[in-house]
């Protein structure tokens, strides 16, 4: 008996040596959240040229990034040896000016800092996309030849994939439009386009398939103006209808039954937020304390009223510089503006892992369109929407690259944020203008990147759907995490799954940030720890796909990993 017993005490304090149990937010006697410090970030130069124009990118789970310009544009920066049709491209006269012997689109490898040539069929100027369930890019529209065509780019991990190009087309022309995933399975919306005021769904259930007129984009449109209201912003409530921001209006839309659900109070200050006004737009941080029912919108910058024709008589208005919240659930809605620190448009927003939005690429003054914007806007912004209002916004480490129009950014899995595009020209022009066809491919690093946070930063990160289903997690159900930290925990540790965005034109289509229930945690004394997750209630909460899982910890955020959530 007396031996049963001394077996049992070394048991439990081995146990208890081994293992202590840890609240999913606070970490006994740790230390807080890290301050930013003052410090700006770093910007990196990755590659002097490209090939193409980055006038549109998507981060895919195979970690690797698809650029593409439009086609149309006659010769890029990456010639090739033969045509897709496997005719060799030569040095005659004629071969040089083919544009079919140049790439107009690439895929970009981020762990060996290489691209790859892409085949476009027609042309995808001003056009749109969003991601499947199964990780497949659906791109539609463009301009031309493009105007109606959807697109597929099924990533692939070895560099066999390329563009592929659907049978069905489109029912109207899609010109600037905007795509956003919608909660039923594998279905995207499409909206707008350049004098074209309805919606339709892809992928096409039969050919037949038509659009939908929608009152509010003809309501919006400012004929004079160029429309200042293409590219709309569009954002998934998690009651599943489909907020619409178009130039300075915006409406909850159900686009089940063709229906305007709520029509919420004009954004003050004069001047347009949508494209040629070129303003951008997130949807803030879901989080699971509220069951992700609190569902808050963010539009910046823009144009200046009459700013687009003022920059076809050479003259370039200040863009705006301010900001305005509202939250669109609830029966009480109000924007809630602030001020950027100066006048921004033609910039992309972006959630990084810990909440905060990066406010990066741009001008200061004019509008969208071919060289009508000056004054590059070098220097990213920082917002935490968190902190009081007047404390929101911090100025970060400035560029020397001018990324204006054409231009996108995309976050990263490593935290970065990788930069490219900018060409106001129709052609690709290196010389004698002010702001050069760009090909430079950037990242710019916030300053939870810097070595000094290595020991707070969480590694070796892993996913365990559990049940022996390899493929996902289920709507509501638990998987497994584990990941390795040193010895200064925080008080503070969070996880959030990120939505990768279809970029461009200062719109990231289908971005969304969440934040985790985490409902277990345990930490050895090695430093793993093992947390028992809860994946979103709903697809309309998080429609289905992949997702980039990144633990924070105290402001320090992981090398994220991709989760995939499945409909039941």
Same mark, same amino acid.
């Given at each position: 008996?007396?031996?049963?017993?001394?077996?049992?005490?070394?048991?439990?304090?081995?146990?208890?040596?081994?293992?202590?149990?840890?609240?999913?937010?606070?970490?006994?006697?740790?230390?807080?959240?890290?301050?930013?410090?003052?410090?700006?970030?770093?910007?990196?130069?990755?590659?002097?040229?490209?090939?193409?124009?980055?006038?549109?990118?998507?981060?895919?789970?195979?970690?690797?990034?698809?650029?593409?310009?439009?086609?149309?544009?006659?010769?890029?920066?990456?010639?090739?040896?033969?045509?897709?049709?496997?005719?060799?491209?030569?040095?005659?006269?004629?071969?040089?000016?083919?544009?079919?012997?140049?790439?107009?689109?690439?895929?970009?490898?981020?762990?060996?800092?290489?691209?790859?040539?892409?085949?476009?069929?027609?042309?995808?100027?001003?056009?749109?996309?969003?991601?499947?369930?199964?990780?497949?890019?659906?791109?539609?529209?463009?301009?031309?030849?493009?105007?109606?065509?959807?697109?597929?780019?099924?990533?692939?991990?070895?560099?066999?994939?390329?563009?592929?190009?659907?049978?069905?087309?489109?029912?109207?022309?899609?010109?600037?439009?905007?795509?956003?995933?919608?909660?039923?399975?594998?279905?995207?919306?499409?909206?707008?386009?350049?004098?074209?005021?309805?919606?339709?769904?892809?992928?096409?259930?039969?050919?037949?398939?038509?659009?939908?007129?929608?009152?509010?984009?003809?309501?919006?449109?400012?004929?004079?103006?160029?429309?200042?209201?293409?590219?709309?912003?569009?954002?998934?409530?998690?009651?599943?209808?489909?907020?619409?921001?178009?130039?300075?209006?915006?409406?909850?839309?159900?686009?089940?039954?063709?229906?305007?659900?709520?029509?919420?109070?004009?954004?003050?200050?004069?001047?347009?937020?949508?494209?040629?006004?070129?303003?951008?737009?997130?949807?803030?941080?879901?989080?699971?304390?509220?069951?992700?029912?609190?569902?808050?919108?963010?539009?910046?910058?823009?144009?200046?009223?009459?700013?687009?024709?003022?920059?076809?008589?050479?003259?370039?208005?200040?863009?705006?510089?301010?900001?305005?919240?509202?939250?669109?659930?609830?029966?009480?809605?109000?924007?809630?503006?602030?001020?950027?620190?100066?006048?921004?448009?033609? /910039?992309?927003?972006?959630? =990084? %892992?810990? @909440?905060? &939005? *990066?406010?990066?690429? +741009?001008?200061?003054?004019? #509008?969208?369109?071919?060289?009508?914007?000056?004054?590059?806007?070098?220097?990213?912004?920082?917002?935490?929407?968190?902190?009081?209002?007047?404390?929101?916004?911090?100025?970060?480490?400035?560029?020397?690259?001018?990324?204006?129009?054409? /231009?996108?950014?995309?976050? =990263? %899995?490593? @935290?970065? &944020? *990788?930069?490219?595009? +900018?060409?106001?020209?129709? #052609?690709?022009?290196?010389?004698?203008?002010?702001?050069?066809?760009?090909?430079?491919?950037?990242?710019?690093?916030?300053?939870?990147?810097?070595?000094?946070?290595?020991?707070?930063?969480?590694?070796?990160?892993?996913?365990?759907?559990?049940?022996?289903?390899?493929?996902?997690?289920?709507?509501?159900?638990?998987?497994?995490?584990?990941?390795?930290?040193?010895?200064?925990?925080?008080?503070?540790?969070?996880?959030?799954?990120?939505?990768?965005?279809?970029?461009?034109?200062?719109?990231?289509?289908?971005?969304?940030?969440?934040?985790?229930?985490?409902?277990?945690?345990?930490?050895?004394?090695?430093?793993?720890?093992?947390?028992?997750?809860?994946?979103?209630?709903?697809?309309?909460?998080?429609?289905?796909?992949?997702?980039?899982?990144?633990?924070?910890?105290?402001?320090?955020?992981?090398?994220?990993?991709?989760?995939?959530?499945?409909?039941?």
């Amino acid at each position: 008996m007396a031996h049963h017993n001394h077996f049992l005490i070394a048991i439990k304090s081995m146990i208890t040596a081994l293992f202590f149990t840890l609240h999913c937010i606070e970490f006994s006697g740790a230390v807080g959240r890290f301050s930013a410090g003052g410090r700006k970030g770093q910007w990196q130069l990755l590659l002097n040229n490209t090939g193409v124009v980055a006038m549109h990118m998507a981060l895919t789970h195979d970690n690797t990034v698809v650029i593409f310009d439009q086609t149309e544009a006659g010769l890029s920066g990456y010639r090739l040896r033969r045509r897709h049709n496997g005719n060799r491209c030569t040095e005659s006269r004629d071969d040089l000016a083919d544009s079919s012997c140049y790439a107009h689109s690439v895929e970009y490898d981020i762990s060996s800092n290489k691209v790859r040539p892409l085949r476009l069929y027609t042309d995808t100027w001003c056009s749109s996309g969003s991601f499947l369930s199964n990780g497949t890019l659906l791109q539609t529209g463009g301009y031309g030849s493009g105007t109606r065509r959807i697109r597929y780019f099924k990533p692939c991990g070895d560099g066999q994939c390329d563009w592929r190009q659907s049978e069905r087309s489109l029912a109207d022309d899609r010109w600037y439009a905007s795509n956003q995933l919608l909660p039923e399975h594998d279905r995207i919306i499409v909206v707008g386009g350049r004098r074209t005021f309805t919606y339709e769904f892809v992928p096409k259930m039969s050919s037949n398939e038509g659009s939908h007129d929608l009152s509010f984009l003809h309501q919006t449109y400012d004929r004079s103006q160029g429309g200042n209201n293409l590219y709309p912003f569009l954002h998934l409530s998690s009651d599943g209808n489909l907020f619409i921001f178009a130039n300075r209006d915006s409406i909850l839309f159900n686009y089940r039954s063709n229906t305007v659900v709520k029509t919420f109070p004009r954004i003050p200050s004069d001047g347009s937020r949508n494209y040629p006004g070129s303003g951008s737009s997130v949807i803030l941080p879901l989080d699971h304390t509220n069951n992700f029912q609190r569902v808050e919108v963010m539009v910046c910058g823009g144009a200046a009223s009459g700013a687009h024709r003022a920059a076809g008589q050479n003259r370039f208005l200040k863009g705006l510089s301010s900001c305005g919240r509202m939250v669109i659930t609830g029966n009480r809605h109000k924007w809630n503006m602030e001020n950027m620190p100066g006048s921004r448009l033609l /910039s992309d927003m972006l959630i =990084l %892992p810990t @909440g905060n &939005v *990066l406010i990066i690429n +741009g001008a200061k003054r004019g #509008s969208g369109g071919w060289n009508n914007a000056r004054n590059a806007s070098l220097q990213p912004y920082l917002y935490n929407p968190n902190h009081k209002l007047g404390k929101r916004f911090s100025v970060l480490k400035s560029t020397k690259i001018a990324r204006m129009y054409h /231009s996108s950014a995309i976050l =990263l %899995p490593d @935290g970065r &944020v *990788l930069v490219g595009g +900018g060409n106001p020209h129709e #052609s690709y022009t290196f010389s004698n203008v002010a702001y050069p066809t760009e090909l430079r491919l950037q990242a710019f690093a916030p300053h939870y990147m810097g070595r000094q946070y290595h020991t707070y930063r969480p590694i070796n990160l892993t996913i365990n759907y559990g049940h022996g289903d390899l493929s996902g997690v289920r709507y509501g159900g638990d998987f497994n995490v584990s990941f390795w930290l040193g010895r200064k925990p925080s008080k503070v540790v969070e996880f959030s799954a990120y939505a990768p965005p279809f970029t461009t034109h200062s719109i990231s289509m289908n971005q969304r940030l969440l934040k985790l229930r985490c409902k277990r945690l345990v930490r050895a004394e090695s430093g793993l720890v093992h947390a028992v997750l809860e994946a979103p209630p709903s697809p309309n909460v998080a429609p289905s796909g992949y997702y980039m899982l990144t633990v924070v910890n105290g402001g320090i955020p992981s090398i994220s990993q991709w989760v995939r959530f499945l409909h039941q």
